[in-house]
């Protein structure tokens, strides 16, 4: 029974976050690139990819940097990309972050409950970073890289974060149906 249970909780773990989805309309106020409080919503129309990470994260590094290049990039076809720091202190270390990712793009101190309650995953799935959100112009979450997901492996990731954007990018604004498809 107890078998039985802990399967079922660990099945619940790796189902979390339906895609697509409305992406709910959080808030933020920036350390870097940015001043006084944003809202996710503010980009509406926009490409907007989120950075869920830690700021002494290697692998989140790797991605902000990738980000960094891409918000260069694509911004001027409407990409936005916005880093949400969960780990704790993390208002100290993000101008660091970001100077050593290049990143410009929007950096904000977000509470892990929070990135949690966006991302759909339950307290008791053990998060890898970074996690990498994709939400099409009209505001709709269309993609999720997690951290061990095998799109994140670092020689295929920026590839594979460049294809979603582009697909996303190409689109007028009007929803595409997209297969729905499980978590990993």
Not at 9 to 22: D, E, N, S, T
Not at 30 to 35: D, E, I, K, L, N
Not at 49 to 73: D, M, N
Not at 91 to 114: K, N, Q
């Amino acid at each position: 029974m107890i078998r039985l249970i802990s399967a079922a909780l660990f099945a619940a773990a790796l189902a979390h976050g339906q895609i697509p989805r409305p992406a709910p309309d959080i808030e933020f106020a920036p350390v870097t690139g940015g001043s006084g409080k944003m809202r996710l919503s503010d980009f509406r129309g926009k490409v907007v990819v989120i950075e869920f990470l830690l700021t002494t994260c290697p692998g989140c590094k790797h991605s902000g940097a990738i980000l960094a290049r891409l918000q260069r990039e694509y911004g001027p076809r409407g990409l936005q990309v916005i880093g949400l720091a969960v780990d704790f202190g993390s208002a100290a270390r993000i101008p660091v972050f970001a100077a050593e990712t290049r990143a410009l793009f929007p950096i904000a101190a977000y509470s892990d409950a929070s990135a949690r309650e966006f991302l759909q995953a339950p307290l008791m799935l053990r998060m890898s970073y970074p996690q990498l959100v994709f939400i099409d112009r009209k505001g709709v979450l269309r993609e999720h890289f997690r951290g061990e997901d095998p799109r994140m492996d670092m020689k295929a990731e920026e590839a594979n974060i460049r294809k979603v954007i582009e697909q996303l990018l190409a689109e007028d604004g009007r929803p595409k149906k997209m297969p729905a498809r499980k978590a990993r």
